[in-house]
């Protein structure tokens, strides 16, 4: 079981800076993958960025070359920081974590943040 506990959301003017914090804790056998989503009011949870096994990094088309993920494997965080920011980077930004563990066989799982709100005002 992985709990996910987010920070470092909040506000800021456009063009500024934020940088997310999701801390992990519980156990695991393995991480699939690491990402951070969004959800901005009416649309759909949409992916920002994520990592892989690689590790290998994928960002959404809107946030390439200002948004930039990362992670510390021993401090098990996933961090995203975010430049040049945009009033439609406003959403409830969420961490997630997909991972393997034991139980009565082995299976993937995924754990969800509580989500962190970033407001970006023009």
């Known amino acids: 079981q992985v709990q996910l506990v987010e920070s470092g959301g909040g506000s800021v003017q456009a063009g500024g800076s934020l940088r997310l914090s999701c801390a992990a804790s519980?156990?695991?056998?393995?991480?699939?993958?690491m990402g951070w989503y969004r959800r901005a009011p009416g649309n759909q949870r949409e992916l920002v960025a994520s990592?892989?096994?690689?590790?290998?990094?994928n960002y959404g088309d809107s946030v390439k070359g200002r948004f930039t993920i990362s992670r510390d494997i021993a401090k098990n965080t996933l961090d995203l920081q975010m430049n040049s920011l945009k009033p439609e980077d406003t959403a409830v930004y969420y961490c997630?974590?997909?991972?393997?563990?034991?139980?009565?066989?082995?299976?993937?799982?995924?754990?969800w943040g509580q989500g962190t709100q970033v407001t970006v005002s023009s």
């Open positions: 519980g156990s695991f056998l393995s991480i699939n993958s």
């Open positions: 990592i892989t096994k690689g590790p290998s990094t």
């Open positions: 997630n974590w997909n991972y393997r563990r034991y139980g009565p066989a082995i299976r993937d799982f995924d754990s």
